[in-house]
């Protein structure tokens, strides 16, 4: 997306994305300083991500030691681990945005600890406080509902020092003026995402839940949360450990709100979950027959262990495509156009790129078509044919025009989601399609796509005046 845009595809109109213009800010920097180096833009991004985990955290650490924290000795001795949650357990979720905002995220939620339980004599600076807001900022800007894990522990804050003062801090006055910066620029440079694309996605995207996937990741959830109170019993929660959990329970929010379960949605809740864990070793007993020692239990210890690495495994499910198949296609074809037929981006995506090719589609995948296709059944099923109708023809405009885009573009490799099952039988009943595809023959398969190779001697686009529709 970010390569399209700077080749001068416009967003929204040329390129159609689900989210919001700051998806494609975030990461263009990367992207175009690698185009500016020579570089691969993955590289690019991976060092950039690692780029934020170190920044988000070395502010962190920053902020602790002004604040002089009970637990810093112990915290600091700590910092391997707590990257280790920014750059190991991310897994598939790594350069996600919610992994980039969550890194950045953490300089405010120490900072919010501090407000919360200010040492006498030590007091947030302005430039301090203005740049964790600054870095805070992000997270919410990469999906606005994210302001709960903002809004929560500020209002703890609040509720604690028996004030509303922390509510009113540097912090939040930045946050709210880049918010507001924010919502005027994407009105002003990408009108088309508020007036057609955000209520396209209302109306479908928004619709479609999984919650068999969002379900199971509350038991494993719901133990983390009770280790807080095991590993130290009898101990209340410090105000770095009650900051992060109250975080992380305020992420949970957006992740059941979106209901799609995919593991970069979760990683908000339990990474910071799993933050506070790592603090709640660290916190030390304040009272006087207490051992000054902050060990743990050996079998405390292993228990921990063992939930995080429980928690780090839906992160490790990989969406690379079987090395063979890339093999085979790559021995037909050089640097490919390349077109998806299938609702699920991860069918095109990374293979598209690990082919070296180029995306010819304005969309990522066929969410659309294959999203209204199953709302218009669901609805049938509930005997609301008015709301049927409609998603019937949502479904028809978008295969019409996905058909006209094939036809005009006539992509080298085209990409058969195989476990798409609605929109392929769709697809079969069309006799456009059916002739369009004679011209591809099948050249790798593997149990989730074909790969289908456009037959020597027939040309790359149709005639002029298709190619200009």
Known sequence: MCERMLGGDRLYVDLIETNPPFTPWMIMPAVALAHQLGVSPEIAVHVYAYAICLAGLGLAALIARQAGFAENRTLFLLLPLFLALLVIFPGNAFTQREHLGIALLLPLLVLTAWRAAPIEGRTPSLPMAAIAGLSGSILVLVKP??????????????????????????????????????????????????????????????????????????????????????????????????????????????????????????????????????????????????????????????????????????????????????????AAVQQPTVALVGSDIAAGHPLARMLGGRWISSYCSDWLGGFALYLSAIETQAGNQVAANHYRQVADRYIDGKLAELEAKRPAVIIVQKTDRGLNAELSRRQDYIGFMRDYRQIAEDDGVQVMLRNAGVSQAGSPAEASN
């Not at 509902?145 to 929560?152: E, T």
């Open 145 to 330: 509902y994210y302001a709960l894990v903002v809004l929560v522990p500020a209002l703890y804050a609040a509720w604690r020092r028996r004030s509303i003062r922390p509510l009113f801090a540097v912090e939040y006055w930045v946050i709210g003026l880049v918010c507001v910066t924010y919502v005027v620029a994407v009105q002003h440079f990408y009108p088309e995402f508020l007036d057609v694309i955000y209520p396209t996605l209302a109306d479908t995207y928004m619709r479609v839940h999984n919650v068999q996937a969002l379900i199971g990741y509350g038991p494993l959830y719901l133990v983390a949360l009770l280790m807080l109170r095991f590993l130290r019993p009898g101990l209340a929660l410090s105000p770095l450990v009650a900051v992060f959990t109250l975080a992380s329970l305020a992420a949970t929010v957006p992740l059941i709100y979106q209901a799609k379960g995919w593991p970069y949605h979760a990683f908000p809740a339990f990474s910071l979950m799993l933050g506070a864990l790592l603090l709640r070793t660290a916190q030390i007993d304040p009272t006087p027959r207490s051992s000054p020692r902050t060990a743990m239990e050996p079998g405390r210890k292993v228990l921990l262990a063992a939930v995080i690495a429980a928690a780090a495994m839906p992160f490790m499910q990989t969406q690379k495509p079987n090395a063979e198949l890339v093999a085979r296609v790559k």
